[in-house]
């Protein structure tokens, strides 16, 4: 039972460099989020899709692209990095609009470092 | 707008002591809450969750009741172990499927 799929699980990056973290889950869920989280912060979302096809904007949504080019899966694009993106970003998944009793699924996470 | 406060951290704890973690919320209609829980280096994992007013969630050992009326869902358990330290995450979901997270309480239980 796979559930919600992150690679890499670790990056380091120099500041300005661009790269693409992947989220694929496998539960047939419609929507897709990315998080993160930082130290007494909490979880903050970033992006989210609600179908194949569809992208939004979460709360802190600068410097991050997404694409949802195929249901199962979720990219997040940081064009050029910066080091105040350097955190834990978790993907998760949930079933589909109003059913507000379904829960989030996460993965485990991808440790970002911005040098 | 929608919000989750839950008490600040860090707690800890002996073994086979009573936990009690704070969670509060600001919502909306009838939102569903839930108790995240995050081990070291890894995901949010559900804890349980509860769908409407004096439901009450179980799960290894952890409870919460859902109280309408003082829009509360604290998280208990009778007796700690050292292997439930971690943090702890309080979330309600919306009917359009948002989900608002409190900002997380880190237990540690001491043998």
């Known amino acids: 039972n796979a559930g919600v799929t992150q690679t890499p699980k670790f990056r380091v990056l120099k500041t300005g460099q661009s790269m693409t973290l992947l989220c694929a889950q496998d539960m047939n869920h419609e929507y897709m989020y990315w998080y993160r989280q930082d130290p007494g912060m909490g979880l903050r979302l970033i992006h989210y899709s609600v179908g194949e096809g569809t992208t939004a904007k979460g709360e802190v949504p600068d410097g991050y692209n997404v694409s949802r080019l195929k249901k199962q899966n979720f990219l997040l694009g940081l064009e050029s990095a910066a080091p105040s993106q350097t955190s834990v970003y978790f993907c998760?998944?949930?079933?589909?609009?109003?059913?507000?009793?379904?829960?989030?699924?996460f993965g485990d996470g991808t440790r970002l470092s911005i040098l | 707008g929608n919000s989750v406060t839950q008490m600040e951290g860090p707690v800890t704890l002996s073994e086979e002591a009573f936990l009690t973690i704070n969670c509060t919320y600001t919502a909306t209609g009838y939102p569903s809450l839930f108790w995240y829980v995050q081990y070291p280096g890894e995901g949010l994992q559900l804890l349980l969750k509860?769908?409407?007013?004096?439901d009450k969630g179980s799960n290894k050992g952890f409870e919460a009741t859902y109280r309408k009326e003082t829009t509360s869902f604290h998280l208990e358990k009778g007796s700690v172990q050292v292997s439930d330290s971690a943090v702890y995450f309080c979330a309600l979901s919306d009917t359009g499927n948002q989900f608002y997270f409190g900002t997380g309480t880190s237990l540690t239980v001491i043998p």
């Open positions: 509860a769908t409407k007013a004096d």
């Open positions: 998760a998944s949930s079933y589909s609009r109003g059913y507000s009793n379904q829960p989030q699924h």
